[in-house]
């Protein structure tokens, strides 16, 4: 029988505050501050672009967290070394696949934002993804884009079960036991659009009273360790379309907000994601992802794997 076993943490890669950046030094998570630089905020939408300077206090604050953050990895790496000696001991390490993945990222001060997961930006949606088991070589790198709701029908294709139409995702199984010969459908895997979906969750009861603003504001998240910046509000929803097709790797989102404010970023020339193009690209790209988003909102199972 194949086991599978989901554990879920966070890995952090960049850390930059508004008007300055930071970058992770491996493996002393030694934070060194690079020269200073301005970050545009006014072509994002409005709760990113509402954002106050981050004051010195709530600096420090996210220098604990992102300390903290590591911390609990190594509580992440005990938890491994137990796990696979268990599944040693019982014999089953070679029939057990092991996934290591989070179901969210994080943003640690990027965009004066100061703590938390409810931006369409890299930092915020961009995970983690090992595996570990049987045929599955050590060491390798996929870039093939893949989403957590690609796992299930993985999963089910491990244990030897035929995929439903209705299940959402792809299987990556093939690709991943692969050998690393390049063939016509690794290429074709490659060809993929996904789909990146946040509804704000503010309402009347995620109101703070310690915090400026109305009950009726309906923001959410609105912490007084960060000088009561508010991370989310009611209208903080949008839905995305990362695009991977034809060798890009761009992400074109659509808010649902007073504005129905647009973004987008070419990941390839802007991987910190600092310059909005959406009006860069020609009107018929922009109505293709729009249909594109109308499409895969609504599509369910198979239907979706375009
Ligand atoms: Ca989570």
């Not at 930006?121 to 870039?143: C, F, N, S």
Request: aromatic letters at 12%; charged letters at 25%.
């Amino acid at each position: 029988m194949i086991k599978v076993l989901v554990r879920i943490s966070f890995v952090l890669y960049f850390y930059h505050t508004f008007g300055f950046m930071r970058k992770l030094s491996a493996p002393n998570v030694l934070l060194v501050l690079s020269d200073d630089q301005d970050v545009e905020l006014h072509d994002k939408h409005w709760l990113v672009r509402s954002a106050q300077h981050l004051s010195n206090d709530s600096v420090f604050t996210i220098d604990k967290y992102f300390q903290r953050r590591w911390e609990t990895l190594l509580a992440v790496d005990e938890m491994m070394v137990t796990l696979v000696t268990v599944l040693n001991e019982t014999q089953c390490l070679d029939n057990t696949y092991i996934i290591f993945t989070s179901d969210n990222g994080y943003h640690l001060g990027q965009f004066a934002q100061p703590f938390d997961k409810r931006q369409p930006y890299d930092t915020d949606i961009k995970v983690p993804l090992l595996i570990r088991g049987p045929g599955v070589p050590a060491g390798r790198l996929m870039d093939m884009p893949v989403s957590l709701v690609d796992l299930t029908p993985t999963i089910l294709e491990w244990v030897g079960l035929s995929v439903p139409n209705y299940i959402d995702g792809r299987s990556f199984k093939s690709e991943l036991l692969k050998e690393q010969q390049k063939n016509k459908k690794l290429q074709f895997s490659k060809q993929r659009v996904l789909l990146i979906e946040y509804w704000g969750e503010g309402n009347d009861d995620t109101y703070n009273p310690a915090c400026p603003g109305h009950r009726t504001d309906h923001l959410a998240q609105c912490t007084l360790d960060a000088d009561c910046h508010c991370q989310d509000s009611w209208n903080n929803t949008y839905t995305c379309i990362r695009d991977f097709r034809y060798n890009l790797d761009r992400i074109y989102c659509e808010f649902r907000d007073t504005e129905n404010f647009l973004e987008a970023y070419d990941l390839h020339q802007d991987p910190y994601q600092l310059q909005n193009i959406v009006y860069e690209l020609l009107p018929m790209e922009r109505a293709l992802y729009g249909l594109l988003l109308q499409n895969l909102t609504k599509c369910t199972g198979r239907t979706c794997n375009i």
